[in-house]
């Protein structure tokens, strides 16, 4: 089954206890992204990434990590969590960002609770 | 200005009822246009991309208007299992970036 997979589904950790939460799929798809969602705010993108080894940041990349060493797996780097970053996450794939009518495949999500 | 706009919704509407949602954007060199379902506390699904001479998939019509930054999303006859959020999302010339209007709530009832 086609899928894109995020462990954990649920977290709650502290402020400043390093976390990833990782993200795969099965599609051999080029592209990947991270979304936080927050209420009122809508989903924002965070970090995307091109293909392997090519990342780049979205619109909210500060204090979040990303790294794209094989082509199904784009893992999401938290250093120091702070409680701002409390939200509902997801990553999501596509074949690739050329081409135009291409949409994504999203997780399930991960909701993270820093206290 | 919001790079990505939506109604706000939430609307209510009758089953069989024809419901339409707009969103407008802000960078006219965005490429690539879709509308988004998402069920609450769950991840959004694609419904369309739209493409630039419009297109209609079922009981769903996306129209695109470049001149004047418009989506639109038509819903007809509606049903029950349409109540969800609509997000219109819109890509850059690039590619890359991806932005999501905030959503449209829509409770479809009997």
């Known amino acids: 089954e086609a899928q894109v997979t995020q462990n954990p589904r649920y977290l709650i950790t502290v402020t400043g206890k390093k976390l990833t939460v990782t993200c795969s799929q099965n599609?051999?798809?080029?592209?990947m992204s991270w979304y936080r969602q927050d209420p009122g705010l809508g989903l924002r993108q965070i970090y995307y990434?091109?293909?392997?080894?090519?990342?780049d940041k979205g619109d909210v990349p500060e204090g979040y990590k990303v790294s794209r060493k094989e082509k199904r797996n784009f893992p999401l780097i938290l250093e120091s969590p702070s409680p701002n970053q409390t939200s509902l996450y997801f990553c999501?794939?596509?074949?690739?960002?050329?081409?135009?009518?291409?949409?994504?495949?999203f997780g399930p999500g991960t909701r993270l609770t820093v206290t | 200005r919001k790079e990505v706009e939506q109604d706000p919704g939430p609307f209510n509407v009758p089953e069989g009822a024809t419901v339409a949602f707009n969103c407008t954007y802000s960078?006219?060199?965005?490429?690539?246009f879709f509308w988004y379902r998402q069920d609450c506390r769950k991840e959004p699904k694609l419904l369309m991309s739209?493409?630039?001479s419009g297109n209609e998939d079922g009981r769903f019509t996306a129209q695109l208007n470049r001149a004047s930054q418009y989506i639109s999303l038509l819903i007809r006859d509606s049903k029950l299992s349409d109540s969800a959020t609509y997000l219109c999302?819109?890509?850059?010339?690039?590619?890359?970036?991806?932005?999501f209007g905030a959503g449209t709530r829509l409770f479809v009832k009997a």
């Open positions: 599609m051999n798809h080029e592209y």
């Open positions: 999302v819109v890509r850059d010339t690039g590619g890359f970036k991806t932005i």
């Open positions: 960078n006219s060199a965005s490429q690539s």
């Open positions: 739209v493409y630039s």
């Open positions: 999501a794939s596509s074949q690739s960002d050329r081409r135009d009518y291409d949409g994504q495949y």
């Open positions: 990434s091109m293909n392997v080894e090519v990342t």
